[in-house]
């Protein structure tokens, strides 16, 4: 190697070589004739500069890396030099792929556009989380309207099921179709659904109303996240998608109240027709103002979409969520879980999951939840943290305002106002938690932090009793709200950190299912700790019978006792509410799990390193090596030619290397 080569063998090894090779990737300018260009200029200055072999060899393994690429079925009919720059491995900067192009329509877009733009997310997301949680104080008066008492179960399943059966497959037509037309379609269906429930002349008509605002709902929910991602740049985001789940949790928390007050003041059927001129709105700034990138994904055959959607394991896993969620539903209320209804269901849930795990394993390239998804620490640290999440803030949202309705005497308005200082933490935590995280770039302390910060509010409500003071409850709930504000939008936003663009609507839509599904079999749960530990403390109550707990209502219990029992039995109550906190308190504490375990990712680009300037006497030579250096140099050879070559390309551009 430390020998001279003579600049005419070297330019014929080069042209010789040039011939059989042909460049596939050349992401810095280094061609052959280059090469011999630079041969020639270095033989020149090998007179005055004298490097030893050893020396000199470290320097080339340092600039360029060589490796050898087996040939298979797919290699071109010529011999293939592959050339990238090397990454440092300590180089924690998300990958770029497709954030080009974010960037890019992002700088073409005008302000007002993208105002309107985020405006008409954010006003969606609030659709979705009024919509679900609306119904709650409203069902009384649409039992007695339709005299369904047995329906009342579907008024709020019917759109649970829809929305999280299809969470998932939502999050593949998203990857293979437009945005805006799945998004615009998404928005209609919620329209639409809202229209039929609010017209309902029958109890099934309502049913069947809520089923197709929960279709709707499902792919809004991971639109909203979507939309954000291919309009605003990944450093941009935190701040955005805090905002948004601020809005859902705003939503979702006042619900009940805005559905109360609309009940008692104009309809029930007002809960649903609020949502036709807020939607129709969004639809319209959406239609005009919404534009996302190319995508190579759309530009699909039909047939190739439609074979990418997972045609085995779509149904499938729709069928193992249904079973679940209806046994789940119907389970302790209009059956009992010994019931043979119910056990079938939970059977063919075990049987058709194991099923769609199978498929998923053995068809990975068009599995619904794809295997190198899954391999990604932060996603399963995501989805754990969001399951336990949604569970926790299920609890908080219905049992915090019974405790309140029922220990305090409160009407659902008053109780919704006293739930203020969980819903201002939250929206405060979640602000300053996107703030922080486009200052700083990661979001796992904050994570981990609010987790904390959760499992320690939710401790102390479990020390709740008959006569707190406001004090004692108002400095819980702060602490309850700011850690889930805290912890909101880290489960989404680690998820954009670590997978590639193209699969973050797929990730996306995994996490918001696993949280609808924990959402739902959390509230379930704590529905029966509530009603079987309320049975088992006012049993102990004079004058109690086990029918009134089911002919009455949480709050109306009271009031059917005696005068002289209801001390007694408002301590039965808040006791039996303890019970759940304790149930939150676990879930709460699960979360930290997942948060701790996240990946430490920051979401900001790292500046491109300038190269120092060269000193006196040395530009020459820094401006002729800067063509190799950090390459990395990859040889495929073809089936029927001697390997000889191959040692040949080696040896002329590692010692041509080393002359530079």
Same mark, same amino acid.
């Given at each position: ?29 280094? /061609? ?230 609309? /009940? ?146 409160? /009407? ?249």
């Amino acid at each position: 190697m430390a020998q001279k080569i003579a600049e005419s063998d070297v330019e014929a090894q080069s042209n010789h070589l040039g011939s059989i090779l042909t460049p596939r990737v050349s992401p810095v300018p280094f /061609t052959m004739d280059g090469l011999s260009r630079t041969t020639s200029r270095t033989t020149s200055r090998t007179s005055r500069t004298a490097v030893s072999e050893d020396t000199e060899n470290e320097r080339v393994d340092s600039r360029v890396r060589m490796s050898y690429v087996e040939p298979d079925d797919k290699t071109n009919s010529h011999h293939m030099v592959e050339t990238s720059k090397s990454n440092s491995p300590d180089d924690m900067s998300p990958p770029d792929d497709g954030n080009t192009a974010i960037e890019e329509t992002y700088r073409k877009s005008s302000g007002t556009r993208i105002i309107l733009l985020l405006s008409s997310v954010f006003a969606s997301s609030f659709l979705v989380g009024l919509d679900r949680n609306i119904l709650s104080t409203a069902i009384p008066k649409i039992t007695d309207e339709f005299n369904s008492t047995n329906d009342v179960g579907w008024y709020s399943s019917a759109f649970t099921l829809t929305c999280c059966a299809s969470q998932l497959l939502v999050g593949k037509f998203y990857t293979f179709y437009s945005v805006k037309t799945v998004y615009l379609i998404s928005v209609l269906l919620l329209e639409v659904g809202s229209a039929v429930s609010g017209s309902a002349a029958s109890s099934i008509a309502l049913i069947i109303g809520r089923a197709i605002a929960g279709l709707g709902a499902s792919g809004i929910y991971a639109g909203c996240v979507v939309c954000i991602m291919y309009t605003i740049p990944l450093e941009k985001r935190p701040i955005l998608q805090s905002l948004s789940m601020a809005i859902v949790s705003i939503a979702s928390i006042a619900g009940p109240l805005i559905g109360g007050s609309l /009940t008692s003041k104009v309809s029930w059927r007002w809960c649903f027709y609020i949502n036709l001129p807020l939607g129709g709105t969004v639809v319209i700034v959406m239609f005009f103002c919404m534009k996302m990138p190319d995508r190579e994904e759309t530009k699909l055959h039909w047939k190739e979409k439609i074979m990418s959607l997972d045609l085995l394991g779509t149904p499938v896993m729709m069928a193992w969520v249904i079973c679940l969620l209806l046994a789940l539903a119907w389970g302790g209320q209009t059956m009992a879980w010994s019931s043979a209804v119910i056990i079938v269901l939970f059977v063919l849930t075990g049987v058709f999951l194991c099923a769609f795990i199978a498929i998923q394993a053995l068809t990975p390239k068009t599995a619904t939840i794809a295997p190198r998804i899954l391999k990604q620490r932060s996603v399963i640290s995501s989805c754990w943290t969001a399951i336990f999440y949604g569970g926790t803030q299920t609890v908080i949202a219905t049992y915090i305002p019974m405790w309140f309705q029922t220990i305090n005497s409160d /009407t659902a308005i008053t109780s919704g106002v006293r739930m203020l200082p969980t819903i201002i933490a939250a929206i405060v935590a979640s602000i300053l938690f996107g703030f922080l995280v486009q200052k700083i770039g990661y979001y796992t302390p904050f994570a981990i932090f609010g987790s904390c910060l959760t499992s320690i509010g939710a401790g102390l409500l479990t020390t709740v009793y008959v006569s707190m003071k406001e004090p004692n409850w108002i400095g819980y709930q702060i602490l309850l709200g700011f850690g889930q504000g805290l912890c909101s939008s880290a489960p989404n936003l680690a998820v954009q950190a670590v997978l590639p663009t193209k699969d973050v609507p797929l990730g996306s839509s995994l996490v918001i299912f696993v949280q609808l599904l924990g959402s739902t079999v959390f509230a379930s749960a704590g529905e029966n700790i509530f009603y079987s530990q309320l049975i088992s403390h006012l049993t102990r109550v004079p004058g109690f019978t086990k029918g009134m707990a089911t002919s009455s209502g949480a709050t109306t219990l009271i009031d059917v006792l005696p005068v002289n029992s209801r001390p007694q039995a408002l301590t039965g109550y808040n006791e039996a509410l303890r019970s759940v906190f304790y149930c939150m308190l676990a879930l709460a504490c699960l979360t930290i799990l997942g948060t701790v375990t996240m990946e430490w990712k920051s979401i900001l680009k790292k500046p491109a390193k300038s190269p120092a300037a060269p000193e006196e006497g040395q530009a020459e030579e820094q401006g002729e090596t800067d063509g190799i250096e950090g390459v990395e140099i990859r040889l495929r050879p073809h089936p029927r030619t001697d390997r000889v070559m191959l040692s040949v390309a080696t040896s002329v551009l590692s010692d041509s290397a080393v002359i530079a």
